[in-house]
């Protein structure tokens, strides 16, 4: 099966409604929790996801790579698809598809990937998004065939919650701490071998930091930072990268 | 009011008092002297003279008016930069920052006095004093070698001439001879320095020499990033490295240098370069300043890296003996951030801060490969303690090791404007 923008929902739909229902019904009693509701994320393909890009067996890259078999996948690892040099560099990082990395990423694509290509402003609901991964789920490796496959159910994820995002930074405490990233980010934006960071808006440096510290984001150097940042400390680098002087 | 030509004269004169104060009251700023100009030294010198906007008096004792740091020089030994990339002067820190440089050698430091002597006759005083003299070496250390024979067999430990004399003798060695390197004891500067430089030098002579062989001879049981070197060893430079270790009398060690001859546990070995790397203790001031103890090392307050000996005095880099971090350019240009804002604090009620300590080194193992480990630190009463680490794995791919490389430059091109813009 080959879904893209050129086929209608219908017979996807039917097909995966039945799939859905299987795993449903396979997982209970685990304790596990779907990951969302197929059938419904089926149809939010076609309107979030299928204008650029193509799933399933034949499926071609257009505007974005094609998507299938994308779950366990590497980023930037689809033959003959020019990505962006951050995506390119986070897979090197080693950034993998998972529910929750893909589930980060369709929120909000700058969570994860500071300079990606993805034009799109992401999918707030979660419900919808977990629909719509559910959807994509049904075109990867499933555990029955390999068992090391990504796993077909999910745990509750931790959210960033709204509160953290409105955080006013200290800036004075945001540029003692920022000392510490000076180390190897300048101050002057110069970037090679290491990205800039300089006048970064704020809360894409909160939303990244975060993806750092919750491990979504691969960088063991930057992972090790992170962690160890709480929410103000975030919020105070943030205010001082985004208006640095120096 | 009737004014008067006298009066005139007279505000005048006060006048010409109010203008000239600005010099006077300069003299009344609280003062820090920062010996060494190296990553501890002159980061600390920057962070203190920037961030006081003029408040405090920095003056920074540095013999060498172009500093070259010994980070990178192995990739300088490997003909992957050259040696002047590695130079930095300290202009910007005199204009921009209004930093006192001064080339000389500190001799003497009066603790009672507050005061340091300098090799020209001058003397500075100071209302804190930081200490970031790197390394000296032990005399002891490697029987038969001395700063005396350093030219037939270099330490290239301290970047600059012994690292151009080291490079030449390597490119200059025969046909199918020996290179040894004889590894210091722990602790010493850059753990995985050593390891670093025998890839260099396997990268030269693979390329030039390839019958060549390198012999380490090592006093310690087993060193930093040991999988992911002998990986890149065995992957890059096959059959070309042999390593003795204590077990096989690498801790039982002397040389000859007039002789060119190795004695390993007895055994004499003719060698062909010899690259001695003593072992090491706080620079030579740190001793003067009486602030270290048996161990060779300054001892220094997790919190803020002051002296445990002295509280006017603070200790920075490979020098300090602090607890976890490893003796290296990351961790003194961490710890010197932590210091300058103590100092801050302390003389112009800038607000302190709690320490924050880290650490990353990455290594090259050949063209492109490159490795990296790094920690976080937390201070503890008793020292500065590792909470947190990460290491490149051993199989990696190439486009993340020649991603790690490149991070590398990024990174040296981040703390030397840490230090010197």
Redo the contacts between chains.
Sequence with gaps: MKVNRFKTILAAGVTLAAIGAGGVQAQTGSGAEPLGNAEHGAELWEYECAACHEMGRGAENGIGPHLTRIYGRRAADVEGFVYSDSIERMGRDGLRWTFRTLDAYIENPYALVSGTRMSYPGLPDAQDRADILAFMRQFSDMPENIPEAEPTARRIEIELPPEVLAIRGDREWGEYLASECTTCHQRDGAAMGIPSITYWPEDRFVVAMHAYKEGLRPHAVMQNVARRLDNEEIAALAAYFATIDD | MEFKRRTVLGGMAAGAAILSAPAVLGQTRPRVVVIGGGSGGATAAR?IARDSQGAIDVTLVEPSRVYYTCYFSNLYLGGFWELADMGHSYGTLAARHGINVVHDWAVGVDRDAQTVTLAGGDTLPYDRLVLSPGIDFREDSVPGWSVAAQNRMPHAYKAGSQSELLKAQVENMREGGTYCMVAPPNPYRCPPGPYERISMVAHVLSQHNPTAKILIVDPKENFSKQGLFEDGWARHYPGMIERVGPDFGGDIVSVDPDAMTVSIDGVVENVDVCNVIPGQKAGRIAELAGITDDSGWAPAVPANMKSRMDDNVYILGDSAAQGDMPKSG?SA??QA?VAA?SIRHELTDA?L?PA?Y?N?CWSLIGTDDGV?V???Y?PTDEKIAS????ISQVGE?A??RQ?TY??????Y???V??MF?
Excluded: C, H, M, P
Aim: without cysteine; charged residues 30%; negative net charge.
């Design positions: 962070y990351f240009n961490s951030k804002n607000r801060f924050r880290a990353t990296k790094g920690a976080s937390e909470v947190e680490g990460f791919d486009d993340l991603q490149e991070e590398s430059i990024g990174w091109n981040g703390i404007a840490d813009t």
